[in-house]
Antibody
Framework: QVQLQESGPGLMKPSETLSLTCTVS????????WSWIRQPPGKGLEWIGY???????DYNPSLRSRVTISVDMSKNQFSLRLSSVTAADTAVYYC???????????????????WGRGTLVTVSS | DIQMTQSPSSVSASVGDRVTITCRAS??????LAWYQQKPGKAPKLLMY???SLQSGVPSRFSGSGSGTDFTLTISSLQPEDFATYYC?????????FGQGTKLEIK
């Protein structure tokens, strides 16, 4: 059974850099696309970006200047870094596996079929 | 970005009722739409994809339809475990965007 688990600090101060890791168990990280998605308390979902096991990435333009997603094949993990955080970055952060098939993978017509439990990150001075 | 608007924002219904939730895209997205169910404190769960395809393991009382800009999720006979918040997501183009959610409550 494939599982995703987010880890990282729960409390941060404004201007710090958020670092989260998603550990994938039960399957190899290779061959899949992976994403980060966040949800401010009581609000909707926001897609942050994706990474392919090969290292290719793309990000939501609203966050692109502050976001980096990386992969560590040896640890079966991928990570999120978000710089210069503010209170607006307070959210539950989820890692997720991209769901696609055949040509829809290449065309980036993607959904998300497997999610971690999420980790709450609070930004407060 | 493509804006996704769900209606209603909340709905009250009883066990056994038929419920329909609507999602509208700000521009055409063909059939590249998913529906998710989220329960309090839990991650979203993929229910439907490609507008009308049922994800593996999801009960057949869930169905989806639509194309272009207007989509619906229908639950044919509500069960106690269906009371949750539902989100639509467009997969047509980056950045992927979600609706604001529809909270399904027990009447």
């Amino acid at each position: 059974q494939v599982q995703l688990q987010e880890s990282g600090p729960g409390l941060m101060k404004p201007s710090e850099t958020l670092s989260l890791t998603c550990t994938v168990s039960g399957d190899s990280i290779s061959g899949y696309y992976w994403s980060w998605i966040r949800q401010p308390p009581g609000k909707g979902l926001e897609w942050i970006g994706y990474i392919y096991y090969s290292g290719s990435t793309d990000y939501n333009p609203s966050l692109r200047s502050r976001v980096t997603i990386s992969v560590d094949m040896s640890k079966n993990q991928f990570s999120l870094r978000l710089s210069s955080v503010t209170a607006a970055d307070t959210a539950v952060y989820y890692c997720a596996r991209v769901f696609c098939s055949g040509g829809t993978c290449y065309s980036k017509l993607w959904y998300f079929d497997l999610w971690g439990r999420g980790t709450l990150v609070t930004v407060s001075s | 970005d493509i804006q996704m608007t769900q209606s209603p924002s909340s709905v009250s219904a009883s066990v056994g009722d038929r419920v329909t939730i609507t999602c509208r895209a700000s521009q055409g997205i063909s059939s590249w739409l998913a529906w998710y169910q989220q329960k309090p404190g839990k991650a979203p769960k993929l229910l439907m994809y490609a507008a009308s395809s049922l994800q593996s393991g999801v009960p057949s009382r869930f169905s989806g339809s639509g194309s272009g800009t207007d989509f619906t999720l229908t639950i044919s006979s509500l069960q106690p475990e269906d009371f949750a918040t539902y989100y639509c997501q467009q997969a047509n183009s980056f950045p992927y965007t979600f609706g604001q959610g529809t909270k399904l409550e027990i009447k």
